[in-house]
């Protein structure tokens, strides 16, 4: 009888590791893909050609292969969505947490949820439909802007950062809450100088996430953005992103051209692991300070 | 904060908002106005479109090596139906496509006088013209097969006419249905697709039991996916280079077709010359007035 309760226990204890197992293989599998087809390229032209080069034209005769406008537009595309988007992402979880009328709430937290589902092409479509024409009569440029792509990240990191911030100020104990007031400070400045802080380890892995999430935006970019390979010189100029240029050109590429857009992915991928060791040591600092 | 105080904050913002929407209506039709002091918004092609391909050689958009030199600061759509939502949303707007997919959401202009038309392109008038080619690779499925004679036939040919392009020489003069089955996997220009989908259309009529897929990634994937084996045929609205051309078992030409500049309906401009639209992609022309 004991035998067989240990033989299930090792079983499942197999099924359970071999499911992490699994999780683990891909991540290896995606690495190593990438990095074996994506640095011989870059080491044939030069590190410092793919990463600096402000020239993208890789179906020319000699062809060069600058990232650097790519990157650029990737970082000042992510910085602004981050910009307008988390402000209002934390307000509008404090609010939710803290002055929400629980008939409102009702309505609020699936309408939340529901933008956190849609599908991002659907968004791309409707900052076409919307957001395009209204840049192009009333702010100038022809509406395909970096201004259009910062706004429409901004709304899609909204939910991500909400859901998140939400949870970590109502994890906050509610002894805090009642020990601020209990002091004699307003419902206001206890949000601000005492819950807040508190939750400051949820909000930021909020924050990170949302970054995470505008900085691989692809479909909803490519459609809105302008897609020109050079320096965006202002807010109204049109830009390119490191996602949007592999989905530009996947489809076509060839020998070079192809495993340069896998160099670009490559590159993505350093972006988004410095991202998160940034989280994770933020992190590790707010956990051993507790 | 409670409920009625919150929907009350609600109420006044969504009504702020809807007045500010309606109160611009005005403002709204002048600013869609045509200006000749704006800046020309330049759209082109993707890298891989066969339309951008030839316009750009017949052009001579090109640098001292024969190379794409069209100014980076050109808005890139990704099909020939986007250039065409972009220039009809965008009154400031000058683009490219095929002319058989012209439709009446934006205006074609006439290139050194000619109008572009299928008679003209047929004659050799409008000068802006390219062939539609299709490539196949080794080992061609029956189906296939018979689907490549069927576009050669008088029925193809003068379903090309009725769409809008300038036929070729018709290679199978009867064509007689085999019926016969299987799938057909075919990939490529966005400007091809229309014309492939009408021939389709009418061989399933001869051959239901056969299967087409079409997809339109552009003229450089549809070359890519026959090279790579991953589509029967491949459409491609450009000449085929050295290094592709060794690389496919066959190409030929089924239709002619022209490449329209397209314009919006409310922009003043209905004719242009070559040197203009060189100098305009080249980046050297900047603004509409320097094109009156």
Request: proline share 4%.
């Amino acid at each position: 009888m004991i035998r067989l309760f240990k033989q299930k226990e090792r079983v499942m204890n197999g099924i359970f590791f071999i499911s992490a197992f699994m999780s683990i293989v891909s991540l290896v599998l995606i690495i190593v893909f990438m990095f074996t087809n994506g640095i011989p390229v870059m080491r044939k032209y030069g590190f410092s050609e793919f990463l600096f080069g402000t020239v993208w034209r890789p179906t020319a005769s000699s062809p060069s292969f600058g990232l650097f406008p790519m990157i650029l537009g990737s970082i000042y595309v992510t910085l602004g969505a981050t910009m307008i988007g988390v402000p209002i992402g934390i307000l509008t979880a404090i609010f939710m947490a803290e002055y929400c009328p629980n008939n409102l709430y009702k309505i609020l937290k699936p309408g939340i949820s529901l933008m956190a589902s849609i599908p991002s092409i659907v968004y791309g479509f409707f900052a076409l439909q919307l957001v395009v024409p209204i840049i192009r009569d009333y702010i100038g440029g022809n509406g395909y802007s970096m201004l259009t792509a910062m706004l429409l990240l901004a709304i899609m990191i909204l939910p991500t950062v909400i859901e998140l911030s939400e949870s970590a100020i109502r994890a906050v104990p509610r002894s805090y809450y009642n020990g601020s007031i209990g002091l004699g400070a307003t419902h206001e400045r206890t949000i601000f100088s005492v819950m807040l802080p508190a939750a400051s380890s949820g909000v930021l892995s909020s924050i990170v996430l949302g970054i995470g999430r505008a900085i691989g935006e692809t479909m909803a970019v490519v459609l809105i953005a302008g897609n020109q390979p050079i320096i965006p010189d202002s807010l109204l100029s049109g830009v390119r992103t490191l996602t949007t240029n592999i989905v530009l050109e996947m489809s076509y590429a060839a020998g070079d051209h192809r495993q340069a857009l896998i160099a670009t992915g490559v590159i993505l991928f350093v972006f988004i692991l410095i991202i998160n060791s940034i989280f994770i040591v933020i992190k590790n600092r707010e956990d051993t300070s507790e | 904060m409670t409920l009625k105080s919150s929907v009350t904050w609600l109420a006044l913002f969504s009504g702020s908002l809807l007045l500010t929407a309606c109160g611009n209506e005005e403002a709204d039709s002048s600013a869609s106005a045509f200006e000749d002091t704006s800046d020309i918004h330049v759209i082109t092609r993707e890298d891989g479109s066969g339309t951008r391909g030839a316009f750009v050689e017949i052009t001579g958009v090109v640098d001292e090596n024969e190379d794409d030199n069209t100014t980076p600061t050109a808005t890139v759509q990704n099909s020939t139906s986007g250039v065409m939502q972009a220039v009809a949303g965008d009154i400031h707007s000058l683009g490219y496509i095929s002319l058989g997919s012209l439709d009446e959401s934006v205006a074609g202009l006439a290139v050194d006088g000619i109008e572009p038309t299928p008679e003209t392109v047929a004659s050799g008038e409008y000068q802006v013209a390219r062939n539609f080619n299709i490539t196949y690779g080794e080992n061609l499925n029956e189906a296939a097969q018979d689907f490549y004679s069927f576009m050669f036939s008088e029925e193809a040919q003068n379903i090309v006419e009725e769409q809008g392009y300038v036929s070729v020489d018709v290679q199978t003069p009867e064509y007689k249905s085999e019926e016969v089955s299987g799938e057909i996997n075919i990939v490529g220009s966005t400007s091809v697709e229309p014309l492939m989908q009408a021939f389709a259309e009418a061989y399933k009529e001869h051959n239901p039991n056969v299967t087409i897929d079409i997809t339109a990634p552009g003229s450089g994937a549809g070359i890519t996916a026959v090279i790579d084996g991953s589509a029967d045929i491949g459409m491609a609205s450009r000449e085929l280079d050295e290094e592709e051309a060794t690389q496919v078992a066959g190409v030929d030409a089924i239709a002619v077709d022209g490449i329209a500049l397209i314009v919006h309906h409310d922009n003043p401009l209905e004719e242009i010359t070559l040197e203009q639209i060189q100098s305009i992609y080249l980046g050297d022309t900047t603004t509409w007035d320097e094109v009156q």
